[in-house]
């Protein structure tokens, strides 16, 4: 990143559209990439021996709708140096919303910034709520709304040592885990089976009339997220997966192709 002497922030954030507002505003940015840690094995994911096993793990049981350009182990690192590499005299402003993705993210960040502590975060989240009385998920934000959050919440204070260690003792947890899936309910993350959603997308499944006829995947899966507590952008992914997962198992059928979830359509075999 290409800093100047005038430089005394950097915000961070999981949105590219937010990004994409914050350099309206003539703010530099640092994007996280776009796989959330809410899926996939996150053990020891801040080694280089832990990123590798979970892209490999994300290479093979996402569907190519999501392994594109920009989701691969050299951009999670380059992103990581990036991070690092903020000179200490700079201050971080970490934008976040109340899911998994944006929670252990904030997690992660904290983790590998060891002992800074000019960092701030502005929770997209709560400021919606109190600045526009509405419930918003940060990629869901209006450039007008992003620019009256950062004129509000762009100079609050820097986390508490408390809150930080906090946080980073939370990741730690995380980090020692090996389960593959993670979902946000009360207000906190929480660890889940991998089959924790096949009731729900069954289920799902039944209510757009599955039962009967071939239904595409892609609207059983919109479905799903439509009816989801604790959604976020990659659940998306998860339900794909589980979806196709529940093909192998014999609870649906499937016609097309398994490598898109735009080239399939499913049925419930229980009860066709």
Known sequence: MNLNSKTTNIHITFSDTTAADLKRLKERVITIPPVS???????????????????????????SDYIQEGHSLSDFIKFTKEIQSIPKEISITIWMGDHVRDHLGLCFILSILKERNNIRIINASEACKELFQKEYDISMLLPEEVAKIHERFGKQSFLTEEAKAELKKEWEVFSKSTGLLRIW?????????????DDFIVKCARKIGAQKTFCKAVRLIGEALGHVEYFNISDEMFFEYRLRALVKQGVFKAEGSLTSMLSYSVQLISES
């Open 185 to 197: 309910k009360d207000n906190q993350v929480l660890s889940v089976e991998e089959n924790h959603l």
């Open 37 to 63: 840690f809410s899926i996939g094995p996150i053990y020891q994911v801040d080694t280089k021996e832990g990123q590798k096993k979970r892209q490999q793990w994300l290479a093979k049981n996402l569907s």
